[in-house]
């Protein structure tokens, strides 16, 4: 991992955290006053039981195959696969096979703020 003063940067996710011995290993790779990242790599069968965040969070698979569950609702978790969560929404990973998974905090999002301007 490389940091400079405007910049982190990780050639390969992959490589940044170990296989855990058991169920899941994490790796903070990032955090500012407005976002935290967190690398995981979960074993297969291994699951993070069902909780909530008091902020919003993207969850993005980079290897591996699971669900996501969130709610009621489950999702094929692939690599590529991309979910945003609202703040105090339930879910849960469970991993299917080996599976790393990036998690980002966004700290700075607090419910009742404006909405920033649309994507163009």
């Known amino acids: 991992m490389t940091d400079q003063n405007s910049y982190t940067h990780i ?33 297969a069968g291994s699951e993070l039981a069902e909780h909530t965040a008091p902020m919003p969070i993207i969850i993005q698979v980079v290897s591996g195959q699971g669900r996501i569950t969130i709610g009621s609702d489950s999702i094929k978790a692939k690599p590529g696969t991309w979910v945003h969560v609202a703040p105090d929404v339930p879910h849960s990973i469970n991993a299917t096979e080996n599976l790393i998974m990036l998690l980002t905090l966004i700290k700075s999002a607090r419910p009742g703020s404006p909405d920033p301007a649309p994507l163009q």
């Open 11 to 43: 050639a390969d996710l992959h490589t940044e955290v170990a296989l855990p011995e058991q169920a899941f290993k994490l790796k903070p790779i990032f955090q500012d006053k407005d976002v935290k990242a967190v690398l995981f790599h979960f074993l």
